[in-house]
């Protein structure tokens, strides 16, 4: 790269945005202290670690190059996609597969044991029970399904059954209604993602939106919000970034949220359904360089909520150069 094309890259990238202090509290994937991957909470405008994986860049495989790792860093990383309790007492997170707890002023992590490999989890949106998925291998393939798993007396019910596919067909992504009677999910399948909902006994399972992902619901439960990179008529939007959109379930009427040319990713709500938090890659897109940005559900009022931050272990590192906020979770 030119010293002319780095200059205008820097340009794009590192403009200047308000930062904004929210109500409520924040959990978050980060690698800001250096390990692939680190649990934070946003809390009255500062962030704070409770968590963190031992291991850093310099466990990636060496035979993959500099950009690769960068893109790959993080599923190389332990501790992964925390979700705030019902009562914001405790976070979900995956750890290699399993589930664990972590309280919010200790990291003492307590296990959730489950039969199988876990690949996603949430909470039950009355407590006391988790959602997780994982992959039912049959001999022709497999296909991933969603689980519930009651932590009281650890028995395990079925949601899905979804069949399976040459290769494996896989949920990426999963959230619950706050009624506890509805699930909304990010499914591969014929060269597309899309989002279905199913109801939690199992019944009406059914494609709602297409070419979409990472699905979230409102606090009422009345619309989702996602992400992707085709708008609702079909186009693809220019560079193919995501954006940000909100899906009315009543009106069934779309509306784009964020504008501008980055990539914005893992939306969620805020607790009273007035604002959306979501993860913005304004420095390497797609790779790493993400901060977690807020903005009002009409679009309006654009603001950062957690500042950027070069990569303590790859400052200078063209993929690796900054740190990378992703997969935020918002309570009261």
Not at 21 to 34: M, T
Not at 189 to 213: E, R
Request: net charge neutral; charged share 25%; with cysteine.
């Amino acid at each position: 790269m030119s010293m002319e094309a780095k200059v205008k890259e820097e340009a794009f990238y590192n403009q200047e945005f308000p930062s904004a202090i929210v109500p409520g509290k924040i959990v978050f994937q980060s690698n800001r202290d250096g390990a692939l991957s680190e649990i934070w909470v946003l809390k009255n405008g500062k962030i704070r670690k409770i968590a963190s994986d031992k291991k850093t860049d310099k466990n990636i495989p060496k035979q993959l190059p500099s950009s690769m790792a960068g893109m790959l860093g993080g599923a190389f990383g332990k501790l992964n996609d925390p979700k705030w309790s019902p009562d914001g007492k405790n976070i979900l997170c995956l750890n290699s597969g399993k589930m664990i707890m972590l309280g919010e002023d200790e990291n003492t992590p307590k296990k959730i044991e489950t039969a199988k490999y876990v690949h996603s989890a949430v909470w039950s949106s009355l407590g006391g029970a988790v959602y997780y998925s994982a992959i039912d291998w049959l001999a022709t393939g497999g296909a991933c399904n969603i689980y519930k798993l009651n932590l009281n007396d650890k028995t395990e019910r079925k949601i899905t059954n979804i069949p399976p596919a040459p290769g494996v067909t896989s949920i990426l992504s999963f959230t619950v209604s706050p009624d506890d009677k509805k699930i909304a999910m990010a499914i591969v399948g014929d060269n597309d993602i899309s989002i279905w909902t199913i109801n939690t006994d199992g019944s009406d399972f059914k494609m709602l939106i297409k070419y979409a992902c990472e699905p979230a619901w409102s606090p009422d439960g009345t619309k989702i919000v996602y992400s992707s990179s085709v708008l609702p008529n079909g186009e693809k939007i220019p560079n193919q970034r995501n954006k940000i959109f909100v899906f009315d379930l009543e009106t069934g009427k779309t509306t784009q949220i964020t504008q501008k040319d980055w990539e914005d990713r893992n939306p969620i709500f805020s607790p009273d359904g007035t604002k959306i938090a979501f993860v913005s890659y304004r420095h390497r897109v797609i790779t790493h360089g993400s901060e977690i940005f807020v903005i009002n559900v009409d679009g309006t009022g654009e603001a950062r909520l957690t500042p950027p931050q070069k990569n303590p272990q790859y400052p200078n590192d063209m993929f690796r150069g900054w740190s990378t906020d992703q997969y935020p979770d918002w309570h009261a």
